[in-house]
């Protein structure tokens, strides 16, 4: 617990420190953004910004911060690590510089920034695998919470299909119809949750493992026949959204097209990851008390929590909540589990309409244009559920691709902030120095995983090493032309 409390001091010192550092090499001014310029009733509409920070923190958690940590968990307390310096250097730099960079270009969307610093080619590709990554988003939402309404009543067929008329809806709507309304309920919800869980471990101390007598990979010193997966890569792409997430860069410019000044963005970006890290953080204590407690709680019911990646995270929520908050605890596990992978679902799909009416240059006040490009990225999104169903693996299968993609859409993003730093000849460093780890990260991971191309691990590092080093000299090659160019201007 000492562990626990030194991480959450270093979050919120995170967001006061570093956090004004990031703002000040950015530097938020007065002009006008484009929820003034572009009102247009639909997705540019100015909202209070308490609003706003309980939508875009919902936006990025639903249940990353919860099943991520409870999956990283089981690697031990170096989780902490992972979500607090990358929380702090990558994660929230990372949502509040693509934010900021999406309001000062009139609230454009992802791909339409990586284009614009990255070149046009990257765009085509990058578009591509944005809308995919937001449809399995989409898609990865769907099943788990269909499945526990199911428990409770009706088929979970019924409610994969119930869920799939809301997403028509709440993509199709106006922002502040229902996402305006009813998000920073659910938004309170997730949050009362683990401030109740927080002052539970706090009231009760209970014996974790620390990071000073246990920082090595505890899953494949217990479990060495079930655990085959390393700390480096495996953990930086299961505890995504705790620590960074390409996915809140689709979802950053929903809130950029809503926020009335600039100066708002330190609280609404960087304060919601930091708040992300703080959940993602309490849920790793829960559970590391859960599988590694003195003594470990070890509920017959969840058996499958003790195989590695096939951690039932859902059961782990709903026992935990039940047993430790009462009844209470089960309708706030109701909401977290169910509403809130929705809430991520149906604002992935948005923001892939968006993405995709950007490219398209559809006008996306007629409703008929709206249900165009929507229907298309359903039938993808069924297409892979039916799969998903049918694949007795197939929610952790799926949930491992949607990691990597994830953290690889991060990639590109930071990338495109450091570009831009450049050219604003601001302090680059605090975007290259993590778009060079996650590089490195994510092509490990494609090297040696299982779930890609499963090399030998010598070979697999080295390609690893090999591709940072290329990274290292790209970026080299390209500021030392860049610097040039500039001087002959």
């Known amino acids: 617990m000492i562990s626990f409390t030194l991480s959450l001091v270093a979050l919120v010192l995170g967001y006061l420190l570093y956090g004004r550092f990031v703002e000040r090499v950015f530097g938020p001014d007065n ?57 702090i250097f990558a994660g929230a730099t990372h949502d509040y510089l693509s934010g900021m960079l999406s309001m000062r270009h009139d ?15 990257t765009k085509a590709v990058m578009l591509v695998f944005t809308v995919l990554l937001l449809i399995m988003v989409g898609t990865v939402f769907v099943y788990s919470p269909a499945e526990i309404l199911h428990s409770i009543g009706g088929e979970t067929m019924m409610w994969v299909v119930i869920i799939f008329c809301y997403y028509i809806i709440a993509t199709m709507l106006p922002i502040d119809k229902i996402i305006g309304k009813v998000y920073p309920l659910f938004a309170f919800s997730l949050l009362f949750m683990a401030g109740a869980l927080m002052v539970w471990l706090f009231i009760h101390w209970p014996t974790v493992p620390e990071l000073w007598t246990h920082l090595y990979n505890m899953g494949a010193a217990t479990e060495p026949d079930k655990w085959t997966d390393a700390i480096f890569p495996a953990l930086f792409i299961t505890v995504a959204c705790g620590a960074i997430s390409g996915f809140h860069a689709t979802q950053s410019p929903l809130m950029a097209r809503c926020v009335r000044s600039e100066h708002q963005g330190r609280p609404i970006f960087y304060g919601a990851m930091i708040t992300e890290g703080i959940v993602a953080l309490i849920w790793a204590t829960v559970s590391a008390w859960f599988f590694y407690g003195d003594p470990a709680p070890g509920y017959e019911l969840i058996a499958a929590a003790t195989a590695g990646f096939h951690t039932s995270a859902p059961a782990v929520v709903n026992l935990v909540c039940n047993d430790w908050l009462g009844v209470a605890g089960a309708i706030l596990a109701m909401l977290g589990v169910v509403a809130a992978p929705i809430t991520s679902g149906d604002t992935a799909f948005r923001s892939g309409r968006l993405i995709v009416a950007e490219w398209l240059k559809l006008d996306q006040r007629p409703i008929v244009k709206r249900l165009m ?4 990225m359903f039938c993808v999104s069924i297409a892979m559920l039916v799969w998903q169903i049918s694949n007795p693996d197939g929610f952790n299968t799926i949930w491992q691709y949607f990691g990597f993609s994830n953290q690889a859409l991060s990639v590109f993003t930071l990338w495109t902030i450091t570009v831009y730093l450049v050219r604003k000849k601001k302090c680059f460093w605090i975007t290259l120095i993590p778009a060079l780890f996650m590089t490195t990260v994510c092509s490990t991971w494609f090297f040696v ?40 201007q």
């Open 31 to 87: 002009r006008e953004t484009p929820a003034v310029l572009k009102a247009d009733g639909i997705d540019y509409i100015v909202m209070p910004n308490w609003k706003i920070f309980m939508i875009q923190f919902l936006n990025i958690a639903g249940t990353g911060p919860i099943f991520g940590a409870i999956m990283g968990a089981k690697f031990g307390p170096v989780a902490y690590l992972w979500i607090v310096f990358g929380c």
């Open 107 to 121: 609230g454009a969307g992802l791909p339409q920034l990586i284009g614009k610093y990255l070149g046009k080619t």
């Open 373 to 376: 490009i929507c229907l298309p």
């Open 449 to 488: 995983s299982k779930q890609a191309l499963h090399l030998p691990g010598m070979i697999g590092y080295g390609l690893g090493i090999v591709c940072l080093g290329i990274a290292i000299m790209w970026f080299a090659f390209w500021l030392i032309k860049y610097q040039k160019k500039s001087l002959n």
